[in-house]
């Protein structure tokens, strides 16, 4: 596979297929596993990573069930390719600032993306669409346990895996998933929520990660605790949590929709209305008027669409994909004219 | 003529045709009479301001050059009747206040307006579309002979025609023109050229005359001076102006289109985006949004769609007209809707 062939084609978690789809846009897994007496990547020398690099690599190609992926190894690309890579949520920002001796695999559909040398060793993820954590975690589950047949992981048996930030060490698990909670924030419940949230000690980030905002009205929760917890307690845990945003976020669009609904129908419609015609639109105007779409197909005001061509929205907006698509570097005011453009020809009935 | 056959009929000045259309909307010419040895409107008792009436009601009657115009007297009309003539600019806000011994005579085409006992007993206007002085002046002028064979009009042989204001003295003539600018006010030019104007002695006004605020980039130029110059050639120096300011209107449009094309395309599209999907619409965001949408038709960004049906949108969204429209009385956050309702019916290709 090509780092291309993505371009043209619908990752899993942007399907819009999952349970629950109209509020969870996906489910997502994370494992970090380190090799056994190899220093961790920011303690290692060039040739200590090199030999973690060729180690993974070596195992990935050992492992069957990963015969579809395909190593990127981050010298290869340029900085549009590793940005796209990112904005497609198969590495994280950190992993795309330093070259050497990284890599990630990635399998076609997207459903599995393995980073190597990134703050550990392995930072293993696998992506659902729609609320399926447990889906996820029984395919995370069972690459970990091939991956650990080849390779010789760090674990102690007082403390569990063993990792680069102590706040990891234990199961090394991060689940989280991405919601859409537009009406929680619309009728300003959405505080309160996510100072609940907090107080059970989940966490909320923005559509990309640490330190991004939630724009769009995107919000990613994750478990913060991964020691003294199982990995099915943990996953228990998140998914309790999730199912009970997802009841209050459902009843906020029922009440706003019986009580609101002109209001509703002219910020949705006005939202559609406007990426229908924008000739100049900014990445993030075209995610908050997205997401007003989104919720307006949900609720029924927009019979157009569906979820699948409204998450592909999201994702080739963002700039790195504009570039990929026009095969070119773009500045930001060619991207936002770029944007508008493609926006336009897709929404087109 | 009932005064709802107006209502589903182009008034001629609303047609867009005349010459120069894409900057000006309609040229008016206003001529106030008052009867001789009768005392003006303010300071006459019942029994005086009922024999003007009657009077003027009948050389009307008696013109047969008018026999298409209808006498409508106010105390039959309504609040939303009377604001619906204000809409139509066939009588002022000021008339409408009070009903008793008021009457507003109209001829089916909207080019005729005669304000009895408004500030002075015959208020009567001649309004033209696009930039028209030249015919609205014959037609008035014309009136005017008929009448004054009917109506002993006070006049002085030192003063001209008596006026109850002394800055109407003289010709009693005020011509004014409407005037779109969009391009001066985007490129901060109006301020400059308003300033030109009112050195000259001319004064600009919004949509709705004096007191209103220039919303939708709308201006009403008008002359200041009626005293001292002949009818002729107070015309023939409002005309020169107009034909100035319709210049730099045209060169700011054309200086925009050659450098901000994207960003004229992106607000001009935009516009119509919101008035095509809006479902809540208040009356100032319409006339705002309208008047890109009016420049975009002009500059060739809009395909569809005539001065017409722009025009009328203008004037249907006015508050008294989707009263008449639905029959009956609406509060502001009805007409919201309704307003929305209808510019989405209108502009649905």
Redo the contacts between chains.
């Keep these: 596979m090509k780092l291309n062939d993505i371009l043209n084609h619908t990752s899993e978690w942007l399907k819009g297929e999952g349970p629950n789809s109209n509020i969870v846009i996906s489910s997502r897994i994370r494992l970090a596993r380190n090799l056994d007496k190899l220093p961790f990547p920011n303690w290692a020398n060039k040739k200590q990573s090199e030999e973690v690099l060729k180690k993974v690599e070596g195992a990935i190609a050992g492992v069957d069930y990963l015969k579809k992926t395909t190593v990127f190894r981050l010298e290869d690309l340029d900085s549009v390719d590793k940005q796209f890579l990112v904005e497609r949520h198969l590495m994280s920002h950190e992993h795309a600032q330093k070259a050497d001796s990284k890599a990630v695999a990635v399998d076609e559909e997207e459903v599995i993306s393995i980073m190597i040398n990134e703050e550990d060793h392995i930072r293993m993820q696998v992506m659902q669409s729609g609320f399926n954590l447990f889906e996820a975690w029984s395919i995370i589950n069972k690459i970990d346990d091939l991956l650990a047949k080849e390779l010789p992981f760090a674990f102690s048996a007082d403390l569990g895996y063993l990792t680069a930030c102590p706040t990891n060490t234990g199961t090394a698990m991060r689940g989280s998933v991405m919601l859409h909670l537009p009406a929680l924030v619309m009728t300003r419940q959405i505080d309160r929520v996510l100072a609940a949230i907090s107080k059970l000690s989940f966490t909320t980030r923005g559509l990309y990660g640490e330190g991004t905002q939630a724009t769009g009205n995107f919000f990613q929760v994750s478990n913060q605790v991964s020691l003294g917890l199982s990995e099915d307690n943990i996953i228990e845990n998140l998914n309790g949590l999730i199912r009970q945003i997802i009841e209050q976020e459902g009843q906020a669009r029922e009440v706003m929709l019986s009580r609101n609904r ?2 509703l ?2 910020r949705i ?2 939202a ?3 990426l ?6 900014s990445s993030q105007e075209t995610t908050e008027l997205l997401s007003m779409v989104r919720m307006g197909y949900d609720l029924g005001i927009i019979k157009e669409l569906d979820h699948r061509r409204i998450n592909e929205l999201f994702i080739i907006t963002q700039p790195a994909h504009l570039q990929k698509l026009e095969n070119k570097k773009l500045s930001v005011q060619e991207r936002d ?1 770029k944007r ?1 453009e493609i926006i336009r020809s897709r929404l087109k009935i």
Excluded at 276 to 281: D, G, L, V
């Design positions: 002109s209001l129908e002219d419609n006005r559609f209305g406007i229908k015609s924008a000739h100049i639109i004219v508008a």
